[in-house]
């Protein structure tokens, strides 16, 4: 076979269900089109490849990418709400924009589920190698680490959502699972720590170009730096947020005829995936022929009629969010779509505000060219990659524990950190975005947590951000969400997994 076959058929990995019930493509090998996912017929039963696939594959659902994600990740937050009518996902309002938390909630039970399903699928795979001993070779190795991203990945999610869970590092039964949760979430960041030191230490720097998505140790580096930020573990989010930096690999998209000269807002195209800033995205691939894409767009595309039915009009920003931007900030057309108005990048006007459904912005994050709509036959963007780590977020965390830890050398290396930033953003336009110089500890942080509510709109790190810095219980009520308490910081555990537990899970304080 010839090696442009062999790319032709390799360029990503996902798409294997881990239940076993394969689906493939009914074509011919030859006959796949570029870009086409891995296949049952590509990897024999049974093979650890198969099984990491799987792995990946479940990232593809709803508990990763749909509302039931964007509820629990976004809504929460000050930059964004449920959107779409008041009709539409009245208890997804009630529960994520208002706070009132009740442990029945759907959303609830399909990310927890989802992301157990991702763990055991990723213990299965390291008790697979790990019985193989020292006889496994560098690549079951790396299959491996892969495996312990992925849990720590998942663990990282549940911590911050639900607090203490069941530390489930084991296959088995169901009745093996059936344990109570951990007694400290140090018994989780334990885990984490663990997993992705050594996926830190094995996954590659770069895989050739037909494995494109799959993880490397920037990726590793990137969550294990956001885990030490949970934590305020500054020294250990430095150190590896500067191991990031010295990989040489990554850069912030520039503004170039390449990037029709606005690198920020291509990064977020179809042609921006995967990019040199990308360090994690969940990888999704449709044509009209072979649809393995993800939900990620479609709850969050304008909710209209016709052409501008491109979703349900779900996680929409807010007056906050626009208001925090800076005067002449390409960032806010490039986060903000406007009801009304020309979409400022491809021309086409949007429904007259407030139309149909009530929203004045919709995310521009996730509004895809209308020529690749008519040329797939689809609105709703199911080719959207779901950028999860992005080299911006892990600059700025850089600055902002350079800035925690203090001294000369770390508010210059913040400065220029933050600098970085806004330099991307500022392009050549030297009247926008001044430079910050203040080497007061308290403006620099004031400052670098600007910078990434405007960086980072309507991506899912808002709310996690204001609950680290703790100052949730402020913002939040001040903008509008005036239930809201310390104790919303953690979601009740599903209901349906403490009822089926029999007494052994135990629900979270206060619900």
Known sequence: MSNKLVYKAYYILLFVLVTGAFTSCQKNFLDREPLGRYTEEDVPIGALDSKVFGMYAILRRAGFNQNTYLAIQSFRADDAQKGSAASDGAAYALMYDDFQYVANNGALQTYWTDHYAAILAANKIIEDVDSVGAAA???????????????AFCYFDLVRTFGRVPKIDFTGDAAALNIPKVGDVSELFALID?????????????????????LTKGAALGLQTRAFMWRSNWAAALASAKALMGLNKYRLVLNTPATNNNGYRFQFTKEGENGSESLFEIQAYYVPTNDQGIEYALPQGVRGAGSWNLGWGWNTPTSVLENEFETGDPRKAATLLYSGQADPYYGAVLPAYPGTVAQPYWNMKVYTNPADRITLNNNFGKWMNHRIIRYADILLLAAEAANELGGAQNTTDALAYLEMVRARARGSNAAILPKVTTTDQAQLRDAIRHERMVEL????????????WKIDVVVLPAAGKINYQAKHRLLPLPQGEIDKSGGVLIQNPDY
């Open 457 to 468: 709109g309507m991506e899912e790190q808002r709310f996690y951000d204001i609950v680290r």
């Open 194 to 214: 663990a997993d992705l030191n050594n996926a830190v230490n094995v996954l590659p720097v770069d895989w050739e170009p037909k494995y494109i998505g799959r």
């Open 137 to 151: 070779d560098p690549a079951t190795l790396i299959n491996r680490a892969e495996a312990q991203f992925i849990r």
